[in-house]
């Protein structure tokens, strides 16, 4: 069966043509230069580029996998978390292509679908397996049993996400937004044992995160700087703030491995992109003979593909379709895999 994933909860409009663990087409608009000036993403900016964009982007979509429209058997769209106003295109746009398709619609969980992604390049995913989610908006360690029907919450962010820390990082070192990437370069050239950042939670036993510390003591550490007249010395910085985050991440991911003694860690959303992140938990998965997925970086980062991977495994799992008046929820909570 032939599933359309629509995916509109931030400010990439991503349309996903997937059948069975097959991607077709993965087709992306962003509006992320309409934001950066701003320094983070603007709502009414994103729903109105979401508008814009969904059609042309569809239509590339069907283009690159050589389909029709009609010959979509179940539709898939983000239904949370996200911006509400930004969902709410991608919804309605669902809601309408299932109705007049006569397809079932699945209103799915975006954090979920971060996870789901991997099967379209590694394959069925191992159950159980624990999930790293680190993305713009959330970080959380998840023992995913069936990502069709269950997830389950081991522990979260307290304070910053990941993503949210790299961001504010960047802006403090006068990098352009998204940051993330942006320190990934940086700190290519610098060393990540350079200056001794705080890890937050490292030794506290539970499987939660804090990074609102670290980025408090980056900006501290530059004031301080700047103040003694001495330049920044960017990518050494760049290079131990990413050092202090990946860290503490795959220490607490094989940490919970190995609580519930699952041996397939798995890691999704945009900062899995991050290299030393890829790099240092490989290390860490081979040394606790550990096998570790991670999906290529374009699958990392917001996308079309991602939800109808988690929507065809929905369909090829059984799990009933959503109603047809589901609402877009933007705090819809991780362990909620459909609405
Ligand atoms: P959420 O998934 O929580 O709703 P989102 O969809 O906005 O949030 P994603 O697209 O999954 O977030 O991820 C974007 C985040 O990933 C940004 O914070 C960005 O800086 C970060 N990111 C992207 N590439 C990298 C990288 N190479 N290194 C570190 N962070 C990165
Ligand atoms: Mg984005
Ligand atoms: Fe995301």
């Given amino acids: 069966p032939l599933v359309l994933g629509i995916e509109t909860s931030c400010d990439e409009t991503g349309i996903g043509l997937v059948r069975g663990h097959t991607l077709l087409a993965d087709t992306i608009a962003s509006s992320v230069d309409e934001h950066a000036r701003f320094g983070g993403v603007v709502p009414e900016v994103a729903s109105r580029a979401h508008l814009e964009a969904l059609t042309p982007t569809l239509e590339r979509a069907l283009d690159r996998a050589g389909v029709k429209l009609s010959d979509v058997d179940a539709v ?35 954090l979920a679908a971060h996870v789901a992604v991997d099967q379209l390049e590694h394959g069925p995913l191992p159950k159980p397996c624990v999930a790293l989610l680190v993305s713009g908006g959330h970080s959380s360690l998840l ?19 990941a993503g949210e820390a790299f961001d504010k990082v960047a802006r403090v070192l006068g990098l352009p937004f998204p940051g993330g990437p942006h320190i990934d370069r940086a700190a290519a050239s610098g060393s990540g044992d350079a200056i001794a950042f705080p890890r937050g939670k490292y030794d506290d036993g539970t499987l ?22 001495e330049p920044v010395p960017v990518a050494d910085v760049a290079a131990s703030f990413q050092e202090a985050v990946v860290d503490v991440l795959t220490r607490k991911a094989l940490q919970a491995c190995a609580r519930y003694d699952v041996k397939d860690l798995l890691i999704g959303g945009g900062v899995a992109a991050n290299s030393r992140l890829r790099a240092l938990a490989q290390e860490r998965c081979d040394a606790a003979g550990v096998r570790l997925r991670v999906p290529r970086p374009s699958l990392c980062t917001d996308n079309g593909a991602m939800v109808a991977a988690l929507g065809a495994e929905m369909l090829a799992a059984g799990v009933p379709a959503s109603p047809l008046d589901i609402p877009a929820d933007s705090s819809l909570p991780v362990t909620t895999v459909r609405v």
Avoid: M, Q
Wanted: glycine share 14%.
């Fill in 76 to 110: 898939a769209v983000t239904a949370g978390p996200g911006l509400a106003g930004a969902l709410l295109v991608g919804v309605a746009a669902a809601k309408a292509y299932a109705l007049g398709l006569g397809v079932p619609l699945y209103g799915v969980n975006h």
């Fill in 143 to 161: 023992l995913v049993t069936d990502v069709a029907r269950e997830v389950i919450s081991l522990g979260s962010t307290v304070d910053d996400a």
């Fill in 208 to 229: 939660d995160f804090s990074f609102s510390g670290l980025k408090t003591a980056v900006a501290r550490w530059i004031e301080a700087r700047e103040a003694a007249g």
